[in-house]
């Protein structure tokens, strides 16, 4: 007799634009089945990790160009099972590559478990003898997303002068982390005094600055940068991104990973100086991790030696409970979180 469970799975209830907020997302619960037929490719996994993004809400908006552009950013609908990156344990398989109790990563599910079918994207997780939360944010897509944004898009070199906004978060921090590893001068801004203090103190950015008690960024980057950018990692768009912009070298390169700023505020717009762009030879150029995969193993290998020899932080921000979901997802327009924001669902 195969166990019926009761799943229960975080929904939003209607589409959300602007900020999100708590009563904008429920609990629901369906009954489910531990067994699937054999060879049919199904596979429910119980989900332990769930990763905690901004891009989710622009997917949860009842419009956003972002929901036709990529295949991870399709909209979702009010009531529907949320996909997320995470990890979980494979409680039954029809797919002869997965047996029950393997451990596994990729697109699961804000519930309980997540039932697989058609085509998804998943793969056997081997530890590697690290914790499984290091397997959903640092070696996993933010990770990933650091690694390629910064090494591929902005092609760093020696000594460089490099500028990273929501420096405390997944991505940013990450970014800093590989910047001064490589030999860059890295300075990070963020929203509170003390992120600030983290970046300096337990980070070693070469300096930080707390963006939201400066009235005139283009003046505050200028005091930074006095010889100007090489590279700005931009995770937050609008007037940092002018700012950045205008503070710019000549051929100088913005990776533009996210922005935030303008995920929950649809009128905000980055207008950076075109001619600027034009007589500094500037590169602007967006980015989807899910573009980079080729480079998977090579950031692995790397990291993982950077974590054995000690020379990267590993920064996470983890709630508990499927319950926190909604707080632990609203968090991230507020600036509650410094590192990687991820969800505990169960233990293995
Ligand atoms: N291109 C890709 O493939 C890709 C992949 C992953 C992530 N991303 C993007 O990268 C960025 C960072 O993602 P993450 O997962 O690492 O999140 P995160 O930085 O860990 O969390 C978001 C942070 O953004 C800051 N923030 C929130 N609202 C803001 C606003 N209005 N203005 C300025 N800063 C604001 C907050 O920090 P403060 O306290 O500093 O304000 C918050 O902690 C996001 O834009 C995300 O969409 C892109």
């Not at 166990?3 to 009954?31: C, L, Q, R, W």
């Not at 762009?277 to 950031?299: A, C, E, P, Q």
């Amino acid at each position: 007799m195969s166990m019926e469970v009761t799943n229960n799975y975080i929904a939003i209830k209607s589409h959300i634009d602007g900020n999100p907020k708590e009563s904008d997302f429920e609990i629901k619960s369906d009954p489910l089945v531990l067994s699937v037929e054999p060879n049919s490719n199904e596979i429910i996994v119980k989900n332990l990790y769930v990763s905690i993004d901004p891009y989710q809400l622009n997917r949860m908006k009842s419009f956003s160009s972002s929901q036709k552009a990529s295949s991870y950013a399709v909209a979702l609908a009010p009531g529907q099972v949320i996909d997320a990156y995470g990890v979980g344990k494979v409680v039954a398989s029809g797919n002869p590559e997965f047996e029950k109790g393997d451990l596994v990563v990729g697109l699961i599910t804000w519930g309980e478990y997540s039932v697989l079918k058609g085509e998804y994207m998943l793969r056997k997780l081997d530890p590697l003898g690290f914790p499984l939360s290091y397997h959903v944010g640092m070696l996993g897509f933010s990770g990933l997303t650091a690694y390629a944004g910064f090494f591929e898009i902005c092609k760093p070199k020696k000594g460089e002068n490099v500028f990273v906004s929501a420096a405390c978060g997944s991505v940013g921090n990450l970014v800093g982390q590989f910047a001064k590893l490589f030999g860059c001068h890295v300075v990070g801004c963020a929203g509170s005094k003390k992120k600030v203090a983290f970046l300096k103190e337990k980070l070693g950015f070469h300096d930080a600055f707390n963006y939201k008690e400066e009235t005139d960024l283009k003046a505050t980057l200028k005091r930074y940068f006095p010889d100007g950018i090489d590279i700005y990692f931009d995770n937050v768009g609008a007037e940092m991104l002018e700012a950045a912009v205008a503070n710019m070298k000549i051929f100088g390169r913005v990776a533009v990973c996210g922005v935030i700023s303008e995920y929950t505020d649809a009128g905000k717009r980055a207008a950076p100086d075109m001619m600027d762009v034009m007589y500094k030879r500037i590169t602007i150029r967006g980015f989807l991790v899910g573009d980079h995969f080729n480079i998977h193993s090579d950031f692995i290998s790397t990291t993982v030696d950077h974590l054995q020899t000690g020379n990267i932080q590993v920064i996470e921000d983890i709630s508990t409970g499927l319950e926190s979901i909604p707080l632990a997802f609203i968090g991230l327009f507020r600036g509650d979180n410094i590192g990687k924001k991820m969800v505990k669902i169960a233990d293995e």
